[in-house]
């Protein structure tokens, strides 16, 4: 399985982006899948998940309200829409096929990046202010 990340680019503070994560294959249906990001000069850090049902979904603090995950499991693509931008939300944003099909679990298990097997080629975003 292959994940292609898409729809980075540079925005101004306030605008949004639309990420998408697109599988090779339809396997990445019955798994959960994660967005991380990596901002310059720091570590790489969860930002959303979402089970392969769609009912289990996990945000990070600083995106809650401003981005939604979502997935299309006919198409074999999950998105992330991201609204309202800020500079901080500037980074390589990844997204990882989780290593099991669970639809449970805490926040700590989803946001755990050792728990994702798969993972994809980043996509820039860059926000001005």
Known sequence: VQLQASGGGLVQAGDSLRLSCTASS???DNYGVGWFRQAPGKGREFVSSISW???RIYYTDSVKGRFTISRDNAVHTV????NNLVPEDTAV????VHRT?????SY???SEENNYAIWGRGTQVTVSS
């Not at 944003?93 to 990882?96: E, V």
């Open 26 to 28: 339809r396997t990445v």
């Open 108 to 110: 700590a298990y989803w």
């Open 101 to 105: 099909s669970y639809i449970t679990g």
């Open 93 to 96: 944003y990844y997204c990882a």
């Open 53 to 55: 049902n769609g009912n």
């Open 79 to 82: 998105s992330l829409q991201m």
